[in-house]
């Protein structure tokens, strides 16, 4: 059984941190791309950041030199540290696994960003 499973989310005052995780099970095979993925209420869902096999990394416009991806391919794990958080940067973030037969996606942790 594939699963999913993010973790980390809360609430957070403007130019704090938070760091998310993510843990994928159930897969028989090494996990080539692991993708954080964002949708804050009333907005389309978009990519955050993106990581490979060999540790090359994809970020969007709007977290480029906050946010950082990494991951432990051993643990299947991949992690997304977010630092000087903006009320911009509240939704809910979702984990993706995309594969060539299906794209396996988290249930998403809430993040928001107030004072």
């Known amino acids: 059984q594939v699963q999913v499973a993010e973790s980390g989310g809360g609430l957070v005052q403007p130019g704090g941190s938070l760091r998310l995780s993510c843990v994928a099970s159930?897969?028989?095979?090494?996990?080539?791309?692991m993708e954080w993925h964002r949708q804050a209420l009333g907005k389309q869902r978009e990519l955050v950041a993106r990581?490979?096999?060999?540790?090359?990394?994809t970020y969007g416009d709007s977290v480029k030199g906050r946010f950082t991806i990494s991951r432990d391919s051993a643990k299947n794990t991949v992690y997304l540290q977010m630092n000087n958080l903006t009320p911009d940067d509240t939704a809910v973030y979702y984990c993706?696994?995309?594969?060539?037969?299906?794209?396996?996606w988290g249930r998403g942790t809430q993040v928001t960003v107030s004072s």
């Open positions: 993706l696994v995309p594969t060539k037969i299906y794209d396996y």
């Open positions: 159930g897969f028989l095979y090494t996990i080539d791309v």
């Open positions: 990581i490979t096999s060999d540790s090359s990394t």
